[in-house]
Antibody, heavy 121, light 105 residues
Framework: QVELVQSGAEVRKPGASVKLSCKASGYSLTSFALNWVRQAPGLGLEWMGSINTGNHNTKFSQRFKGRVTLSIDTSANTAYMAVSGLRSDDTAIYYC??????????????WGQGTAVTVSS | DIQMTQSPSLSASVGDRLTITCRTSQSVSNDLHWYQQKPGEAPKLLIYGSSNLQGGVPSRFSGSGFGTDFTLTINSLQPEDFATYYCQQTYTSGTFGPGTRVHFK
């Protein structure tokens, strides 16, 4: 069964960093790209960025450039997203999701269950 | 960046035919997809490439459009269809629309 399993909830203080994981199960992570999407409480979906799991190339929404790092560990079949300089408005559910085709950005048909990140002093 | 617009909410009744619209600020060809999200759940892909029904999605859902104007149609709305619907363009990166909440009339 193809699925993405994400790490558990995190709580951080403003200015701190967090690193979230997304483990692929039922397929090889390098067969498809991975996208990251977040959703603040009561708000809509926000596309953050993507990683080509073959060549490790990354692309980011302008508002996350310089603050978000995407990486993969092929031996663990796991992708990671690190966010630095956390602010209270980074409080959100963070999802990893797999595109439906081999394109880096495409319709997202497999989603992780989400990781809740709370930023609070 | 490509801007996306959707109606913020729609009220409907079971059995209604519902049309949800999505407009982009520049052409995205047919790189436009639709998702359904219910509270506490991850989004679910309904339609990809403007008009292609994702496997397992009921045939009452359909999509159309090209360029900048797109629609998601739900024929004979069912109780489980009351949810929030998002469009997403992947022509350039992966911007989501603001979402349309479908609620009981």
């Amino acid at each position: 069964q193809v699925e993405l399993v994400q790490s558990g909830a995190e709580v951080r203080k403003p200015g701190a960093s967090v690193k979230l994981s997304c483990k692929a199960s039922g397929y090889s992570l390098t067969s498809f790209a991975l996208n990251w999407v977040r959703q603040a409480p009561g708000l809509g979906l926000e596309w953050m960025g993507s990683i080509n799991t073959g060549n490790h190339n990354t692309k980011f929404s302008q508002r996350f450039k310089g603050r978000v790092t995407l990486s993969i560990d092929t031996s663990a079949n796991t992708a990671y997203m690190a966010v630095s300089g956390l602010r209270s408005d980074d409080t959100a559910i963070y999802y990893c999701a797999r595109p439906i085709t081999s394109y880096t950005e495409d319709a997202l048909d497999i989603w992780g269950q989400g990781t809740a990140v709370t930023v609070s002093s | 960046d490509i801007q996306m617009t959707q109606s913020p909410s729609l009220s409907a009744s079971v059995g209604d035919r519902l049309t949800i619209t999505c407009r982009t600020s520049q052409s995205v060809s047919n790189d436009l997809h639709w998702y359904q999200q219910k509270p506490g759940e991850a989004p679910k892909l309904l339609i990809y490439g403007s008009s292609n029904l994702q496997g397992g999605v009921p045939s009452r859902f359909s999509g159309s459009g090209f360029g900048t104007d797109f629609t998601l149609t739900i024929n004979s709305l069912q109780p489980e269809d009351f949810a929030t619907y998002y469009c997403q363009q992947t022509y350039t990166s992966g911007t989501f629309g603001p979402g349309t909440r479908v609620h009981f009339k």
